[in-house]
Every structure is written in structure tokens, then in C-alpha cells.
């Protein structure tokens, strides 16, 4: 079954806007990772935050996590068209032998207008 | 660097057949993972591997086998394939287990339709 789920499903909006994207999971975690897609391509990933941190910054971007809601949030500010794209987080957890099974989720498509 | 290189990028079955998606990496990566991506279910782990030799089965196995006798190969074969099988098919490896400190790199996919 799907650990996260991402939240909103779709999202629009104008350039220069900020786009905040929500991620809900179920049991504890390791750590949980944002990816981008850009249509027809792979996976990138964004930024990895550890269950130990509540916050980080890469560039436009800010993650948060609050391991007592289970939730996550991804903020890209100052929006380009180029962002246009789906946005997955992905939770992870040690399994026994210290291998992972990284699971993600649906996805949220974002939609920058110029 | 060529990173992850999936073949072929399309590929049409009729219902029966068998074919194998081939995954080759260059990074040295222990880590590598099959998973496919259908609308509405967002990606599912099919197969994955910590290392030449050594394979486990994800969320979603059956139908598929995997198999590692390289650090840089990690080929998916369908046995005989069904129309639940059409899909985008992912795979993506890492420096160490899937997201121990580090992510996923991720190849472009092959899209795959069963007739």
C-alpha cells in the first residue's frame, strides 16, 4: 500500500507565485524525499530531510517535516513555467539486512502559467 | 556520464509473450530498483537489489523476475506478459540501500503496452 500521498492532487497557478505541496504518511520513517517529473522523463530527486530535522533549504526550495503529524510540506518559491511538473515524495525505512524500501507517492501536478 | 540507461524505450507485447527491460548503470551504484508507474497509483516497487547476487521482491512481484550478476545490470523480465502489465516501467539505483543518505537516480523510463 502507498506510504505517502501527496496533497493537493493538482495544482495551478501563476508565475511568481509560491506553490506549496503537502505530503501525509502513515508509520514512522527514516527519512522522506521529494522528486520532481518532468513529462515522458524520470524521476529527479529535490531534497532528502532526515526524521531528525524539521526543516530544509535547497535554492527556491523548503521542506519541512513534523514527524508528529506525519506530514511533510514542499514550498517552491517565486515560481518559473520550468517547474511545471509532478512532485512525489518518497518515505523510507530500514528494513532488516539495512536495505530500504524507498515508497512513494501519487504525486501532485503543478502547473506554472507565464 | 550516462547515468541510468533503460532499453528500449517503447516496446509493444502481444498477451503471452516474454521480453526483458534491461537497466545498466555507471556509477558504481550497490543499490538498484525496478519500479512501474500506472495513472492514478503513482509509482510501485516491482523488484530491487543491495548488490551482485542478492535481489528481493517489492510491492508488486508477480509476473516479473529479476536477476544481478553485475554491479551495473539489473535486467527485468516478464514471463508472460498480460495486459496488467502495460505500463511505464522505472529503474533507479543508489550509492548505498535506497535512501540511506542517498537518492534515487532514476532512468527514462520504458513504456510498455500488452496487446
Known amino acids: 500500500s502507498q506510504q505517502g500521498e501527496e496533497d493537493p492532487q493538482a495544482l495551478s497557478i501563476q508565475e511568481g507565485e509560491n506553490a506549496t505541496m503537502n505530503c501525509s504518511y502513515k508509520t514512522s520513517i527514516n527519512n522522506l524525499q521529494w522528486y520532481r517529473q518532468n513529462s515522458g522523463r524520470g524521476l529527479v530527486h529535490l531534497i532528502l530531510?532526515?526524521?531528525?530535522?524539521r526543516e530544509k533549504h535547497s535554492g527556491r526550495l523548503r521542506v519541512t517535516l513534523d514527524t508528529s503529524k506525519k506530514s511533510s510540506s514542499l514550498l517552491i518559491t517565486a515560481s518559473r513555467a520550468a517547474d511545471t511538473a509532478s512532485y512525489f515524495c518518497a518515505t523510507g525505512k530500514g528494513l532488516q539486512g539495512g536495505s530500504e524500501k524507498l515508497v512513494f507517492g501519487k504525486g501532485t501536478k503543478l502547473t506554472v502559467n507565464p | 556520464n550516462a547515468g541510468v540507461t533503460q532499453t528500449p524505450k517503447f516496446q509493444v507485447l502481444k498477451t503471452g509473450q516474454s521480453m526483458t527491460l534491461q537497466c545498466a548503470q555507471d556509477?558504481?551504484?550497490?543499490?538498484m530498483s525496478w519500479y512501474r508507474q500506472d495513472p492514478g497509483m503513482g509509482l510501485r516497487l516491482i523488484h530491487y537489489s543491495v548488490g551482485a547476487g542478492i535481489t528481493d521482491q517489492g510491492e508488486v512481484p508477480n509476473g516479473y523476475n529479476v536477476s544481478r550478476s553485475t554491479t551495473e545490470d539489473f535486467p527485468l523480465r516478464l514471463l508472460s506478459a498480460a495486459p496488467s502489465q502495460t505500463s511505464v516501467y522505472f529503474c533507479?539505483?543508489?550509492?548505498?540501500?535506497?535512501?540511506?543518505?542517498?537518492?534515487?537516480?532514476f532512468g527514462n523510463g520504458t513504456r510498455l503496452t500488452v496487446t
Open positions: 533507479a539505483s543508489s550509492y548505498r540501500s535506497s535512501s540511506y543518505n542517498s537518492p534515487l537516480h
Open positions: 530531510i532526515r526524521s531528525n530535522e
Open positions: 556509477m558504481n551504484h550497490e543499490y
